[in-house]
């Protein structure tokens, strides 16, 4: 089941983006880095700078940057509509505290641990 859910799940059907980027290509190196910080700031950092390139999909309009859109897009995709529903994790549904935006954090649920281990030799 993981496995149709990343190569043949489409992670875009139905939702607002006009955008048809694919993420999937990502997902390990996503996965990784948001377990550690549980940060989707901090995860959108880190994919701009490990994926530079991938920011050129995105035109620059008057209403999002293309920084804001792959941000937008991560958590849309990636966060919401894989890891979220597969149950790997959670999303604070809050987005403001008193008319101010707070950063994104999720929390790592058990399944996410029992199915995936990252090691690092140094």
């Known amino acids: ?17 006009e955008y048809d980027i694919d993420l999937r290509p990502f997902w390990l190196f996503m996965l990784w880095r948001i377990q550690s910080p549980n940060s989707v700031d901090q995860l959108v950092e880190e994919v701009m700078t490990a994926f530079p390139d991938l920011l050129l999909a995105f035109p620059t309009d008057d209403y999002f940057s293309p ?11 990636f966060i919401e509509r894989f890891l979220q529903f597969w149950g790997f994790l959670i999303i604070e549904p809050r987005r403001y505290k008193d008319a101010e935006p707070i950063g994104r954090v999720v929390k790592v649920q058990p ?12």
Request: a positive charge; glycine letters at 2%; aromatic letters at 16%.
């Open 67 to 77: 920084e804001r859109s792959l941000s937008m897009l991560i958590e849309s995709r």
């Open 1 to 17: 089941m993981l496995e149709a859910a990343i190569s043949k799940y489409n992670w875009g059907y139905l939702d607002r983006f």
């Open 111 to 122: 399944l996410l641990k029992q199915t995936f281990q990252f090691t690092i030799n140094a």
